[in-house]
């Protein structure tokens, strides 16, 4: 029978990976028995530790829904989500920052035109949002979709809250750029927020003396056909909470000056019904190619 030292028992663990037919794969499977072997042994974990480990993980899982994801979550809170997106995004001179998708990116983004409420009756202070899609030189990207969510003026998303089975989207949307790559629309300004707090991602950061809270923001995803797509949040300047995001999301470039405005009309020539927000910013997009991430669809109900 063969008998393993801990050092050995590595070495058999990888080696038995061998023969992996990918290359990649088998690299990434090695790499992460090297990872996790160094782990155990560096911290002498005890059993009682990774039973509570796996008990996480279970938990983890079992958290999750078509709707929710609390692996996603986990990933960000820990870090390794903006460490993806960091390796992933080296070169980005000229082109604007990226940051995590989240795990919000969920059920329909329904077209919507230009200058429309993508949060009707919703209560929150008025914003009305001005970007522009173009290329690392400035040329205008027309025809290009560009989705949109945030959370509301309690610091919820649509699919966090029972209604979306029966109202469906709202704070969510997607807008086609013009022909000048504009597009533009109305919502509410979008408050800081807690990430979900009900699970065990929520629980690790609070049982470890972290706070839950993102600083507010609006997610936008920029799928232009010939570029890498971008997975961005614009911040709104001065939220308490930039300097310490519980998924440390937040670059500098991507935090917008958001101004106060009492004009009595809005930038598309429409009425305001009192004082609003203006929030502008462009996306500059870099050449390339990539995977556009499509949105976790909720369970259709039985016909
Ligand atoms: C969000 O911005 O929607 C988000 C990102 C990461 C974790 C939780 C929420
Ligand atoms: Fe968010």
Redesign the pocket.
């Known amino acids: 029978m063969t008998q393993f030292n801990d050092t050995e028992l590595t070495a058999a663990v990888i080696q038995s990976f061998d023969r992996t037919p990918d290359p990649r794969t088998k690299f990434l499977l090695q790499e992460l028995v090297k990872s996790l072997h160094d782990y155990v042994r560096r911290t002498d974990l005890t059993f009682g530790e990774w039973e509570v480990a796996i008990d996480f993980l279970t938990r983890t899982g079992q958290k999750c829904t078509p709707i929710r994801q609390e692996f996603?979550?986990l990933s960000?809170?820990l870090g390794v989500?903006m460490l993806v997106d960091a390796v992933n995004h080296r070169e980005r001179e000229g082109a604007t920052q990226t940051t995590?998708l989240?795990?919000?990116y969920v059920g329909e983004h329904p077209v919507m035109a230009h200058g429309a409420d993508i949060s009707p009756g919703l209560t929150g202070e008025r914003m009305f949002v001005q970007s522009r899609v173009t290329d690392l030189d400035g040329k205008p990207l027309a025809g290009v979709p560009v989705d949109i969510w945030h959370?509301d003026d309690d610091g919820f998303?649509d699919s966090q809250k029972a209604s979306y089975a029966t109202q469906g989207p709202s704070s969510r949307a997607r807008f086609i750029t013009d022909s000048d790559g504009r597009l533009f629309f109305r919502t509410i300004l979008p408050c800081s927020y807690p990430?979900p707090t009900d699970g065990p991602a929520g629980d690790l950061v609070l049982k470890t003396g972290r706070h839950p809270m993102?600083p507010a923001?609006v997610?936008f995803l920029v799928a232009a056909p010939g570029y890498e797509p971008l997975i961005t949040?614009v911040f709104i300047e001065g939220d308490e909470y930039l300097d310490s995001d519980v998924?440390f999301?937040v670059k500098d470039d991507l935090i917008a000056t958001v101004e106060n405005r009492s004009d009595a009309f809005m930038p598309d020539g429409q009425p305001a019904t009192g004082p609003w927000h203006l929030m502008t910013y462009n996306f500059r997009m870099k050449p390339g190619e990539g995977t556009v991430p499509q949105p976790m669809m909720p369970e259709k109900a039985e016909a």
Request: proline content about 6%; hydrophobic content about 45%.
């Open positions: 996603i979550l960000d809170v989500s995590v989240g795990p919000f959370a998303y990430i993102r923001h997610h949040h998924v999301g």
